[in-house]
Antibody, heavy 127, light 108 residues
Framework: QVQLVESGGGVVQPGGSLRLSCAAS????????MHWVRQAPGKGLEWVAF????????LYADSVRGRFTISRDSSKNTLYLQMNRLRAEDTAIYYC????????????????????WGQGTMVTVSS | EIVLTQSPGTLSLSPGERATLSCRAS???????LAWYQQRPGQTPRLLIY???SRATGIPDRFSGSGSGTDFTLTISRLEPEDFAMYYC?????????FGGGTKVEIK
């Protein structure tokens, strides 16, 4: 069935690094735009990053630009988020999400709703 | 950045009643690029509405979306027990993509 499964979360000290993975199945990952969205404990949703199907366009929220890198390996149907120089305010559940993909603005520019979400992986930044 | 303000923060209603949730944008949302998500406690968000008024696959017709420009509404015509949850609006018309702070629909 259609599924996204995140992994790689954990507890890390401020300034540390972590790499999240998201394994996709049940849909055409290689032609789908993908995103990361996070949710701090008890808080709302925050978009983090977008990558086009061919990695030809990547976008980041101001809060993570220069510290986080989104990438993908279509041969493995896997999305990644490399997180460096982590801060306490990065503590959150991290979800990978698939762009709906109905229009070019979504597929090319990341301006899209999210129709498939993973179950999330928790990242805690604490000393 | 487009700021989305959802109201009310909490809506207390009984099963069978009608729920009306509001989402107001700080500037016009282009091409009605507005979505609504439901998030039950401990669960992942689920897409309900995209394009301001189009229901996502498998979403019951008691959920409807309307609006344009800066004012959008999610209506649940008759609340079912499983509808008591958090609801978020989301604009994707311009970068960065942003979400509203959420409306909690709770049992009265």
């Amino acid at each position: 069935q259609v599924q996204l499964v995140e992994s790689g979360g954990g507890v890390v000290q401020p300034g540390g690094s972590l790499r999240l993975s998201c394994a996709a199945s049940g849909f055409m990952f290689s032609t789908s735009a993908m995103h990361w969205v996070r949710q701090a404990p008890g808080k709302g949703l925050e978009w983090v990053a977008f990558v086009r199907y061919d990695e030809g366009n990547k976008l980041y929220a101001d809060s993570v630009r220069g510290r986080f890198t989104i990438s993908r390996d279509s041969s493995k149907n896997t999305l990644y988020l490399q997180m460096n120089r982590l801060r306490a305010e990065d503590t959150a559940i991290y979800y990978c999400a698939k762009g709906l993909g109905l229009y070019p603005s979504g597929r090319q520019l990341g301006r899209d709703a999210f129709d498939i979400w993973g179950q999330g992986t928790m990242v805690t930044v604490s000393s | 950045e487009i700021v989305l303000t959802q109201s009310p923060g909490t809506l207390s209603l009984s099963p069978g009643e009608r729920a009306t949730l509001s989402c107001r944008a700080s500037q016009s949302v282009s091409s009605a690029s507005l979505a609504w998500y439901q998030q039950r406690p401990g669960q992942t968000p689920r897409l309900l509405i995209y394009g301001a008024s189009s229901r996502a696959t498998g979403i019951p017709d008691r959920f409807s979306g309307s609006g344009s420009g800066t004012d959008f509404t999610l209506t649940i015509s008759r609340l079912e027990p499983e509808d008591f949850a958090m609801y978020y609006c989301h604009q994707y018309g311009s970068s960065p993509l942003t979400f509203g702070g959420g409306t909690k629909v709770e049992i009265k």
